[in-house]
Nanobody
């Protein structure tokens, strides 16, 4: 089981980016999916997460600007980021609780990270 993230890049302040992260492998089900970020010299922090029932929560710093969503048929989570600020610059990691077919027990899986840089 693995997570593959994509969609990062360089954007000007006020711009938008959309991140995607797909879970692949022999998967029974996926529970909570989320996005975290880590800026240089800082700890990794939660950005947003969404349950399989589409309940969401967000870090205060991104409320009203970022939207998390998911497609359960594709085991994919998205992060729409609008009104980006320089302080949003970080490596963004996707995370999911995944139950593989082989064990049927949830495991915590991380994607490889994608760089988001907000700069003029």
């Amino acid at each position: 089981v693995q997570l593959q993230a994509s969609g990062g890049g360089l954007v000007q302040p006020g711009g938008s980016l959309r991140l995607s992260c797909a879970a692949s492998g022999s998967i029974l089900r996926v529970n909570v999916m989320g996005w975290y970020r880590q800026a240089p010299g800082k700890q990794r922090e939660l950005v947003a997460r969404i349950t399989s029932g589409f309940s969401t929560n967000y870090a205060d710093s991104v409320k009203g600007r970022f939207t998390i969503s998911r497609d359960n048929t594709k085991n994919t989570v998205y992060l729409q980021m609008n009104s980006l600020k320089p302080e949003d610059t970080a490596v963004y990691y996707c995370n999911a609780d995944v139950a593989p077919l082989s064990t049927r027990l949830y495991i915590d899986v991380w994607g490889q990270g994608t760089q988001v840089t907000v700069s003029s």
